[in-house]
């Protein structure tokens, strides 16, 4: 049998809101028990250090060199994990040689899978001396190299958390973060791919007309009106028609389409967009889904969670309701990932990613 290892996993999601991290006991093929978790949302300059990344990086990939600031920012993000590691062992009572493992996901400031090219800062050599723990990263970079999308990565996660807990099939669990994401399993099929935006747009717009990082409980949507004619417009991108495996970066959709409308409406607007999206995948599934989980940030907006449920007339619940953690799952998943990262299993498949075969990834970092 596999041996069971204890792994903390570390997450930091295109929300730009913190660091999720999660301790984990798998074999990297059966989910095992979880174990205690904790959220270290950024502070004020780190938040504005990594959205400045976001758009420095696009200036090299337009052949700019790699600034300094970037590599400030990933040293501070870095460190900023080793921290949240200190004290998840603290919280949990152990120490060092008690963990075998860290899966450090890292910061995406750039995805252009098409160009075989994905980008998350995040320095695990640096993270491994740091905490004296082994550190797996850069967990994307050769299914996108093979020419995979490199994302989702979770959806091996869910199909056995969905296995471990016996739900019935066909189900859709939805990951809504900066991006959205499904992973539909059925039987032996598991199939995913980014829906559209998550909760992006509604933070940047919040953040420009509410000064707030979120719409905290989708209030500002919610004393908003969603302007039709403009989400039929934003629901015509050819990339809601196309079947994944497909992904998104954090900025392939923005605000543009609603600069003209009211800080209440444009919210309610983008609320709406990114409900609708996400229904739309249901376009791709080969049968109905039966119930959705949601989990990530945007299941506390109760905005979003309404314009789900009346779009998709199935039961939509919150992760919570199958007694999964609804912030540490993607946290959990890179501990997973990182066990079989070593144990040189796949991370993604071809119908999770596009990739052409089941393709293992990451790069161990002793400590």
Same mark, same amino acid.
């Given at each position: 049998m596999p041996k069971i290892l204890k792994a903390i996993g570390l997450m930091s999601g295109t929300s730009l809101d913190g660091i999720d991290a999660a301790i984990l006991e798998t074999d990297g093929e059966d989910v095992a028990r979880p174990g205690p978790a904790l959220t %270290?949302?950024?502070?004020?300059?780190?938040?504005?250090?990594? +959205?400045?990344?976001? *758009?420095?990086? +696009?200036?090299?990939?337009?052949?700019?060199?790699?600034? !300094? *600031?970037?590599?400030? @920012?990933?040293?501070?993000?870095?460190?900023?994990? @080793?921290?949240?590691?200190?004290?998840?062992?603290?919280?949990?009572?152990?120490?060092?040689? =008690?963990?075998?493992?860290?899966?450090?996901?890292?910061?995406?400031?750039?995805?252009?899978?098409?160009? +075989? !090219?994905? !980008?998350? %800062?995040?320095?695990? $050599?640096?993270?491994? +001396?740091?905490?004296?723990?082994?550190?797996?990263? =850069?967990?994307? *970079? @050769?299914?996108?190299? $093979?020419?995979?999308?490199?994302?989702?990565?979770?959806?091996?996660?869910?199909?056995?958390? %969905?296995? *471990? $807990?016996?739900?019935?099939?066909? %189900? $859709?669990?939805?990951?809504?973060?900066?991006?959205?994401n499904v992973t539909y399993v059925n039987g032996e099929t598991v199939l995913a791919f980014d829906t559209g935006p998550g909760n992006a747009p509604i933070d940047d717009w919040a953040h420009r007309h509410a000064g707030k990082p979120i719409d905290e409980d989708g209030a500002l949507a919610a004393s908003g009106k969603t302007d039709n004619d403009v989400l039929e417009r934003m629901l015509q991108h050819d990339f809601f028609t196309k079947a994944g495996p497909k992904s998104l970066d954090r900025l392939d959709f923005g605000m543009a389409d609603v600069e003209h409308l009211s800080p209440e409406d444009g919210a309610a607007t983008l609320t709406a967009f990114t409900a609708a999206t996400i229904a739309r995948a249901r376009e791709h599934f080969p049968e109905s889904a039966e119930t959705w989980i949601v989990c990530g940030g945007g299941r506390h907006n109760k905005t979003l969670m309404n314009e789900l449920r009346a779009r998709l007339n199935v039961p939509v619940v919150p992760a919570e309701d199958e007694n999964w953690r609804g912030d540490f799952i993607e946290a959990e998943a890179f501990a997973y990932l990182a066990v079989r990262s070593i144990n040189g299993l796949p991370l993604s498949l071809p119908t999770t990613t596009g990739v052409p075969e089941p393709m293992t990834g990451g790069k161990l970092h002793k400590s």
């Open positions: %270290i949302p950024y502070d004020a300059e780190t938040r504005a250090m990594l +959205r400045a990344a976001l *758009s420095e990086a +696009r200036d090299v990939a337009e052949g700019a060199p790699v600034p !300094w *600031s970037i590599r400030d @920012a990933e040293r501070r993000l870095t460190e900023a994990h @080793a921290m949240a590691v200190k004290q998840l062992l603290a919280k949990a009572r152990l120490g060092t040689r =008690d963990v075998t493992l860290i899966g450090f996901h890292g910061q995406t400031i750039l995805h252009r899978p098409a160009q +075989r !090219w994905t !980008w998350q %800062i995040g320095d695990g $050599a640096l993270l491994a +001396r740091l905490t004296g723990i082994d550190t797996v990263n =850069d967990f994307r *970079s @050769a299914d996108v190299k $093979a020419g995979g999308q490199g994302a989702p990565l979770v959806p091996l996660y869910h199909a056995a958390l %969905i296995k *471990s $807990a016996n739900l019935k099939q066909p %189900i $859709a669990i939805v990951n809504i973060g900066g991006v959205a």
